[in-house]
């Protein structure tokens, strides 16, 4: 049986490693969003295609993510790749990295970092506007 990809789950999990509060992203996708409606999104398995493109341009991660990532077979590919605490036990013939990872996790903590400034400049742009 083919596992379904969660869409409304993996926006849940990009949206957490980013840290970013369920209100914050409401706030971001405009007026009519809030924080339940945000809960019940990442409850939905299919996620509208265009709703994902907005989600995507505020946590500046691709659609393609949503649609795609399959947490389970995620970790098979860590736990068949990591082994008695060793960094990994992998040749060239059974990954093929078309990056670095340590490039992109210092991507995404950028990123994390940018959105952060971007929340606490919104944030005191509110507090002047009062």
């Known amino acids: ?14 949206r957490e490693m980013l840290g ?12 009519d969003w809030n924080q339940k409606k945000i809960s019940i999104l990442e409850q939905k398995e299919v996620v509208d295609e265009s709703l994902l493109q907005k989600i995507s341009e ?14 389970e077979q995620a970790i098979n590919i860590i736990s068949n790749t990591f082994h ?24 995404l903590y950028e990123r994390m970092l940018q959105q952060q400034k971007e929340m606490i400049e ?9």
């Open 84 to 107: 008695d605490g060793s960094i990994a036990h992998a040749t060239a013939e059974n990954i093929q990295c078309t990056f670095n990872p340590v490039d992109k996790m210092v991507e």
């Open 58 to 71: 505020v946590l500046k991660i691709p659609v393609k993510a949503f649609q795609n990532f399959d947490e």
């Open 1 to 14: 049986m083919e596992q379904k990809i969660h869409q409304g789950r993996n926006v849940k999990r990009f």
């Open 122 to 130: 919104k944030l005191e742009k509110l507090i002047q506007d009062k």
């Open 20 to 31: 970013i509060k369920q209100e914050a992203l409401a706030f971001d996708l405009g007026e």
